[in-house]
T-cell receptor, first 116, second 108 residues
Framework: NAGVMQNPRHLVRRRGQEARLRCSPMKGHSHVYWYRQLPEEGLKFMVY????????ESGMPKERFSAEFPKEGPSILRIQQVVRGDSAAYFCASSPPNKAPNYEQYFGPGTRLTVT | KNEVEQSPQNLTAQEGEFITINCSYS?????LHWLQQHPGGGIVSLFM?????KKHGRLIATINIQEKHSSLHITASHPRDSAVYICAVRRSNYQLIWGAGTKLIIKP
């Protein structure tokens, strides 16, 4: 059973370009979470999605960032017009469709975005 | 004050030593996670606790809900244990609040 997969692992973009980060959850998981880890900082929650629904995007910057988790295919975190401050590691986690609040999150390897 | 505090921030020890990393939190939680992050690598979930104690190999995690404190112990430490260990707490919803991490270096 493959774990959470993220691609690309490393992404370099020039200022003003778009970055698309993909996350394929574990098989059978329908909940996806995105976290951002800025250099020398801890992880911060960005967004929580279920299939075709954004449940909580309170951690997402108001502009340029968007996320989706379509019925088919991976979850996508999209950053438009990237700036140097977007350089960070972006981690995706998934959890099963469990209604209990204590379901565990399984993490992907992360995508390291560098904006030049 | 951060809602999740870890100590120490950095820890260097010799191979074979018993390691303890502490996590204190100031909010009500439904669960606490210990995770491991290797340099340049991904994040691995080690434990999820809501009470008591869990053991996996040389790793032991304990939590005291009344005192809002958890510890991660590593017995017979090895250089491959060198990593950042992160404590994260779950509030009543799904969000994780993360500690800053403890950077552990085990010297051979």
């Amino acid at each position: 059973n493959a774990g959470v997969m993220q691609n690309p692992r490393h992404l370099v973009r020039r200022r003003g370009q778009e970055a698309r980060l993909r996350c394929s959850p574990m098989k059978g998981h329908s909940h996806v979470y995105w976290y951002r880890q800025l250099p020398e900082e801890g992880l911060k929650f960005m967004v929580y999605l279920q299939k075709e629904n954004i449940i909580d995007e309170s951690g997402m910057p108001k502009e340029r960032f968007s996320a989706e988790f379509p019925k088919e295919g991976p979850s996508i975190l999209r950053i438009q017009q990237v700036v140097r401050g977007d350089s960070a590691a972006y981690f995706c986690a998934s959890s099963p469709p469990n209604k209990a609040p204590n379901y565990e999150q399984y993490f992907g390897p992360g995508t390291r975005l560098t904006v030049t | 004050k951060n809602e999740v505090e870890q100590s120490p921030q950095n820890l260097t020890a010799q191979e074979g030593e018993f390691i303890t990393i502490n996590c204190s939190y100031s909010v009500g939680i439904s669960a606490l996670h210990w995770l491991q992050q290797h340099p340049g690598g991904g994040i691995v979930s080690l434990f999820m606790l809501s009470s008591g104690k869990k053991k996996h190999g040389r790793l032991i995690a304990t939590i005291n809900i009344q005192e809002k404190h958890s510890s991660l112990h590593i017995t017979a430490s090895h250089p491959r244990d060198s990593a950042v260990y992160i404590c994260a707490v779950r509030r009543s919803n799904y969000q994780l609040i993360w500690g800053a991490g403890t950077k552990l270096i085990i010297k051979p």
